[in-house]
C-alpha cells in the first residue's frame, strides 16, 4: 500500500510540473500561392485584396504575421479562410489588424486553430496610395508604384492584378 501511495503521489506530482507548462507544437508553414488586386479610385486611393495560399504542416496555426503590406493599411472586416483540401470545412473568419511595425496580425477565429492541410487566407485593406507619394505623373503618363507582402521562404507562384477607373 506505501508503494501504490508513494506512485500515485509522483504521477500526480509529476503531472502538476507539465501542466504548468503550456504544450508546445511544431507548425510549419509554406506559402504556395499569393493572388493580390490592387483597385485604385480616382482619388488615389486603393482597396488591396489578398488570396494567400499555405500548406501547413503539423498545428495547431492560430494566427499569421505578414510583413511588407502598406504602412497605411486598413483592414476591411470580411476576412476569410478556406480549406482546400476539404470541402467540409466551410469558411473561417479571420481577424486582421495592422501592428504598429507596420505587419499584418491575421488571426483565426477557430477555436481549436488548424492542422496539416492546404488553406487559402482571403483579406483586404485599404490604403491611400497618393498620400503615400505613390501614384505620380510623368509625363503625359501615370505611374503608379506597389509593393506586395514579403515572404522569407519565397513562394511557388504569385499574380498582381491593377484595375483603374475609366478614364
Known sequence: MYALRRHVA????????????????????????????????????????????????????????????????EPLTDATL??????KFGTVPLTVERRADGSLHIAVERERGLRTGSYVFRFGYRTQLLKRDLIRRVGSSVELRWVGPRFDDGLDSARVTFRFPEA
Open 82 to 87: 478556406i480549406c482546400t483540401d476539404d470541402p
Open 10 to 73: 509522483l504521477l500526480l506530482s509529476a503531472a502538476a510540473v507539465f501542466s504548468a507548462f503550456p504544450v508546445q507544437a511544431w507548425v510549419e508553414t509554406r506559402v504556395t500561392a499569393h493572388a493580390a488586386v490592387v483597385d485604385a479610385e480616382r482619388n488615389g486611393s486603393a482597396t488591396v485584396t489578398h488570396e494567400l495560399g499555405i500548406r501547413l504542416r503539423g498545428g495547431p496555426l492560430s494566427e499569421l504575421q505578414l510583413a511588407g503590406v502598406d504602412s497605411d493599411a
